[in-house]
């Protein structure tokens, strides 16, 4: 969690270990930073596992850790900071979806089933949070050197990719969501964003 002084300077950054599929943790997390700061003006929600097994020969225990992480822990999270951007009447919330929502692959059906849900979630709390002024959006990063990524994609995946759509690192996509959390963002609510790369050599 990044806090900020009143002159928008930097001041500190507190980090925490939490299992985002620990709803009592959530909320324990979100009432501790509501009563260190005073309030919440923005939340990026990027926690996610993706471990690429075949439906056919998915440990049903793996599958619902998908579903715990990626879209319950985001569900908890909404749960815990809706009364206090509603209570403000002001805030913007980001969670990530993916392109593998729409496009699958072989191997990510628990991975992408989460993404795709984490869509249907976003635009319904859009709704929601309308009448209060808070806003909330997908964010779709397009391809992004992530430990997640990194570690389910093979060697000849990220080659491709490489090649073709060109691969961003995580700060390329700070911009992105800096803007969409600041006022300059202030229309946008339910929407899915898409980051898209423009491909090496330049756009074709």
């Given at each position: 969690m990044l806090f900020r002084s009143s002159k928008g300077a930097l001041e500190r950054l507190h980090t925490e270990l939490l299992d985002l599929s620990d709803a009592q943790a959530v909320q324990k997390l979100v009432d501790a930073t509501v009563a260190r700061t005073g309030r919440l003006d923005a939340a990026v929600l990027t926690c996610a596992i993706q471990k690429r097994v075949p439906i056919d020969e998915m440990d049903i225990a793996l599958w619902q850790r998908h579903l715990d992480v990626n879209l319950s822990g985001v569900f908890y999270a909404l749960r815990a900071l809706f009364p206090v951007m509603k209570r403000q009447r002001?805030?913007?919330?980001?969670?990530?979806?993916?392109?593998?929502?729409?496009?699958?692959?072989?191997?990510?059906?628990?991975?992408?089933?989460?993404?795709?849900?984490?869509?249907?979630?976003?635009?319904?709390?859009?709704?929601?949070?309308?009448?209060?002024?808070?806003?909330?959006?997908?964010?779709?990063?397009?391809?992004?050197?992530?430990?997640?990524?990194?570690?389910?994609?093979?060697?000849?995946?990220?080659?491709?990719?490489?090649?073709?759509?060109?691969?961003?690192?995580?700060?390329?996509?700070?911009?992105?969501?800096?803007?969409?959390?600041?006022?300059?963002?202030?229309?946008?609510?339910?929407?899915?964003?898409?980051?898209?790369?423009?491909?090496?050599?330049?756009?074709?």
């Open positions: 002001s805030g913007s919330i980001l969670a990530f979806t993916s392109g593998l929502a729409q496009n699958g692959w072989p191997g990510a059906a628990a991975y992408a089933s989460t993404k795709a849900g984490l869509i249907g979630l976003v635009k319904s709390a859009a709704h929601e949070l309308r009448p209060y002024g808070v806003r909330i959006n997908a964010v779709s990063p397009g391809l992004v050197a992530t430990p997640v990524f990194l570690a389910s994609a093979s060697a000849e995946e990220l080659a491709m990719y490489e090649k073709s759509l060109g691969v961003s690192q995580p700060e390329d996509v700070v911009d992105t969501l800096m803007h969409l959390i600041s006022d300059g963002a202030r229309s946008l609510s339910g929407n899915v964003v898409e980051r898209r790369l423009i491909p090496q050599g330049g756009e074709h």
